[in-house]
């Protein structure tokens, strides 16, 4: 009677874990290099502040940076962070001529959702953004991109 519960509580556990997807290796370059950036940027400005802290407030300013931004071409849902708001992001910590436009789309297209069937109509959710900046993501995901032996 226990194995059974233990394994229905197995089964389920896999089933509502998420899926992990594979980046290209451009997209995981693009990923690495954001964080490159932010975490130079963090040093600097926010080195007395702790790491996730300063996580959420990036986050927190691409959403903002999503309802202000004069490029965006389609309504970003709530609490979703388009190219717009990471490139906004960017440029306002004296950042922006560090990662291309078209990294960051890269990056949005691979990891984001499609909000109106336009390609150009990616976003990625709160929780992706911080994932896509934390350091146990980029460990995770670079194992995910290597050749297996």
């Known amino acids: 009677m226990i194995s059974i519960a233990i394994s229905s509580l197995r089964s389920s556990s896999v089933a509502i874990a998420p899926a992990h997807r594979y980046l290209s290796m451009a997209c995981a370059n693009s990923v690495h290099k954001l964080n490159n950036i932010l975490e ?4 600097k400005n926010y080195s007395q502040e702790f790491p996730r802290r300063f996580q959420k407030d990036i986050v927190k300013a691409a959403i903002t940076a999503n309802g202000s931004s004069s490029k965006r071409q389609f309504n970003v849902p709530a609490n979703n962070i388009s190219a717009d ?6 440029q306002n910590i004296g950042m922006g001529d560090r990662m291309s436009r078209s990294e960051i789309e890269e990056i949005i297209r691979e990891v984001g ?4 069937g336009e390609e150009s109509s990616c976003v990625i959710s709160e929780n992706q ?3 896509l900046i934390s350091r146990t993501w980029e460990d995770h995901h670079h194992g995910l991109n290597q050749p297996e032996h």
């Not at 708001?85 to 960017?90: R, S």
């Not at 959702?113 to 109106?116: F, I, K, P, Y």
């Open 40 to 43: 130079e940027y963090r040093a």
């Open 85 to 90: 708001g990471i490139e906004h992001v960017l």
């Open 113 to 116: 959702d499609n909000v109106d």
């Open 129 to 131: 953004m911080l994932d």
